[in-house]
T-cell receptor, first 110, second 116 residues
Framework: LAKTTQPISMDSYEGQEVNITCSHN???????ITWYQQFPSQGPRFIIQ???TKVTNEVASLFIPADRKSSTLSLPRVSLSDTAVYYC???????????FGTGTRLLVSP | EPEVTQTPSHQVTQMGQEVILRCVPI?????FYWYRQILGQKVEFLVS????????KSEIFDDQFSVERPDGSNFTLKIRSTKLEDSAMYFC??????????????FGEGSRLTVL
């Protein structure tokens, strides 16, 4: 499983765009990049997944450069309710276990 | 929106007692999982379950743990003889056959287990 590195914490203000970058230098050819969000005392929630280039959904965008050794989760115009821990996971898709790291704790202030 | 439900939300037990945590996965999902998170630590995989059998389990999932799908809706995690270090939040998750390749698991809100 590819090891991931992401910042321990980030601070932002309401209305700002937040970009969280994850490094995964040892990503394998058939690995996908998946991001989850976790609020305190709740289960993780799937945000987005991608393999290369850019993926966008109603919640976030995921940017993956050509070498795939990193990825950036972009949250447009964050609100207070986006305060959470964000996890970057790298691995094969399919019926597999998810390996969570320590994540990035995002704090959004007024 | 369909969701994974877990009961109880919080259970306090004495060391050595048996505990059963219950989960109702989303109805059309076929893949089931248990994860746990000790306070302040990472979310850790315990076990995955498909077609009425365990597909994969972690080193944490030793002989004290078992899972069962006793009927068409429930998925349970049993801890036979709880230890202090079993105190954690236990999350059940499920995924559907058609989307298992997206890596999208739906997690429940968790059951907090406190072992005294």
């Amino acid at each position: 499983l590819a090891k991931t590195t992401q910042p321990i914490s980030m601070d932002s203000y309401e209305g700002q765009e937040v970009n969280i970058t994850c490094s995964h230098n040892n990503i394998a050819t058939n690995d996908y990049i998946t991001w989850y969000q976790q609020f305190p005392s709740q289960g993780p929630r799937f945000i987005i997944q991608g393999y290369k280039t850019k993926v966008t959904n109603e919640v976030a965008s995921l940017f993956i450069p050509a070498d795939r050794k990193s990825s950036t989760l972009s949250l447009p115009r964050v609100s207070l309710s986006d305060t959470a821990v964000y996890y970057c996971l790298v691995g094969r898709t399919g019926f597999q276990k998810l390996v969570f790291g320590t994540g990035t704790r995002l704090l959004v202030s007024p | 929106e369909p969701e994974v439900t877990q009961t109880p939300s919080h259970q306090v037990t004495q060391m050595g007692q048996e505990v059963i945590l219950r989960c109702v996965p989303i109805s059309n999902h076929l893949y089931f999982y248990w994860y746990r998170q000790i306070l302040g630590q990472k979310v850790e995989f315990l076990v995955s379950f498909y077609n009425n059998e365990i597909s994969e389990k972690s080193e944490i999932f030793d002989d004290q743990f078992s899972v069962e799908r006793p009927d068409g809706s429930n998925f349970t995690l049993k801890i036979r003889s709880t230890k202090l270090e079993d105190s954690a939040m236990y999350f059940c998750a499920s995924s559907e056959a058609g989307r298992v390749n997206t890596g999208e698991l739906f997690f429940g809100e968790g059951s907090r287990l406190t072992v005294l």
